[in-house]
């Protein structure tokens, strides 16, 4: 008997309708003699909607107030399709994040699982019995509050009990049928990748193909967690992600060597801060990034240009997620005299792409063939970075997706077999 770690995200659990749907799949590979544990996101755009709502009280919640508010979104999910399990004769329990175990720091809005202590769960299943359990949230012992992992967190969740109960796969339910050489809304015939490595997928999540949280990548390599997205519409086989020790045999057979590429991922949550005429010299990027540094801020790529020689003032910009823009640059005005900067620039319609492939390392000229394939559709590059498997260019936010679609098809990953299908809002 295997013990299976289902998550169904909020794609997946757009209304009633839905909800029994999905029960029945969940039924099923009970009825097949697994140990099933479902992890569920909240239903739809709920989320979305709680943090609307919130703001419409105000724009700062209290970071507490707002988490107790957005895990009410996976609660709502949860109890919906234990009623619904019930129903089709088989018991489910459901069950919070805090009451399934799972641990986490104490920094709201973005916490971090530290421990998965998993009872409720273990004897729900030596009973027999399905356990549901609301994704994205957990508590914290240091406060006894409850504390949600932030956007996309239920991946993760999902990861963490796998590992906790030492499942034998995580299963990954979404709106698509895998992962695929690029976002199937954006490039229709994107090819589906049968296997990705845990170093591959993590490049791909980092760089923004949101169909897996990043963290919940991380999670998995660090347990070694099995994971399989497929889709939660279609019985097709999906996405296979694990260890380069645990990639399929028979792909082990078929393919010669790793694929050069496999993905070209984009990315539109990141803005561009740019500080015009910074004096040139030894000690202005350090003071500069110790006050961006203090926001909390990721930073992504800088670039500095070359300072002209009679004025020995440069520009350097930078990337970061558009939603600490506004800290960030209020926190740098305040330090402008002292750093004795002429101005600030903020741009947040850029958007980045990023080219994925762990055979990137040994094939000289990949980046050569991106920036063609860029200069052909007529893109403009901004910004360059490049890691050992990923090269990444900020272009403007209107000509990302024809970027996508010109890379994707310079580097063949085009499919030949029909359009990959999104199934979300198609009711089936
Ligand atoms: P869920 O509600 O199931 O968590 P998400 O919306 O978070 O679903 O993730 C699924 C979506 O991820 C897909 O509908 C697709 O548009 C997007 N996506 C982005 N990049 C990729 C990719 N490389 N392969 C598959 N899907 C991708
Ligand atoms: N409901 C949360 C979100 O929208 C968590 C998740 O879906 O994984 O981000
Ligand atoms: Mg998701």
Redesign the pocket.
């Known amino acids: 008997m295997a013990l299976v770690v289902q998550k169904y995200?909020?794609?997946?659990l757009g209304d009633a309708r839905s909800v029994k749907r999905v029960a029945k799949r969940i039924a099923e590979a009970k009825r097949a003699g697994n140990d099933v544990v479902v992890v569920v996101?909240a239903m739809g755009d709920t989320t979305d909607e709680l943090l609307d709502l919130a703001q419409q009280i105000t724009p700062l919640p209290p970071k507490r107030e707002l988490d107790i508010l957005l895990t009410a979104g996976e609660r709502i999910s949860m109890s919906l399709l234990a009623m619904a399990i019930n129903n089709l004769g088989v018991r489910a329990k459901s069950y919070t994040g805090q009451q399934a175990g799972l641990i986490t720091d104490a920094v709201h809005g973005r916490a971090r699982i530290v421990d998965v202590v998993p009872h409720r769960i273990r004897e729900t299943l030596n009973k027999g019995q399905v356990a549901i359990v609301a994704g994205f949230q957990g508590v914290t012992k240091k406060t006894n509050d409850v504390t949600t992992l932030g956007r996309?967190g239920?991946?993760t969740t999902a990861v963490a009990l796998a590992a906790g109960l030492d499942a034998d796969v995580c299963e990954i339910?979404?709106?698509?049928d895998?992962?695929?050489?690029?976002?199937?809304?954006i490039v229709p015939n994107a090819r589906k990748i049968e296997w990705a490595s845990y170093e591959e997928m993590l490049e791909?999540a980092a760089s923004g193909?949101?169909?897996l949280a990043l963290r919940s990548v991380e999670y998995a390599r660090r347990y070694n967690v099995p994971m399989h997205v497929r889709s939660s519409f279609s019985a097709h086989e999906g996405t296979r992600v694990s260890s380069k020790e645990m990639k399929p045999q028979k792909l082990k057979e078929s393919t010669m060597e790793a694929a050069i590429i496999s993905?070209v991922?984009h990315d539109r949550s990141e803005s561009k801060i740019t500080v015009v005429d910074v004096p040139d010299v030894p000690g202005s990027a350090s003071r500069i990034f110790e006050v961006v540094a203090r926001t909390g801020a990721n930073i992504d790529m800088i670039v500095q240009n070359v300072s002209g020689a009679s004025t020995g003032l440069t520009d350097i910009s930078f990337t970061l997620p558009g939603s600490d823009g506004p800290a960030v640059m209020a926190a740098l005005t305040a330090v402008q005299t002292e750093l004795g900067f002429h101005s600030l620039q903020f741009d947040d319609q850029i958007g980045k792409l990023s080219l994925v492939g762990a055979g990137m390392k040994s094939h000289p000229g990949v980046s050569a063939r991106l920036f063609a394939a860029l200069r052909d559709a007529g893109i403009n590059i901004e910004m360059i970075s490049t890691s050992e498997i990923r090269i990444s260019v900020v272009t403007r936010a209107d000509s990302l997706d024809d970027a996508v679609r010109a890379v994707h098809t310079a580097f063949g990953l085009d499919g030949t077999d029909g359009e990959a299908v999104?199934y979300?809002g198609t009711g089936l």
Do not use: I, M
């Open positions: 995200g909020g794609s997946s996101s996309g239920s991946d339910y979404t709106d698509v895998g992962v695929f050489t690029a976002d199937p809304r791909l193909a949101k169909v993905g991922a999104v979300a």
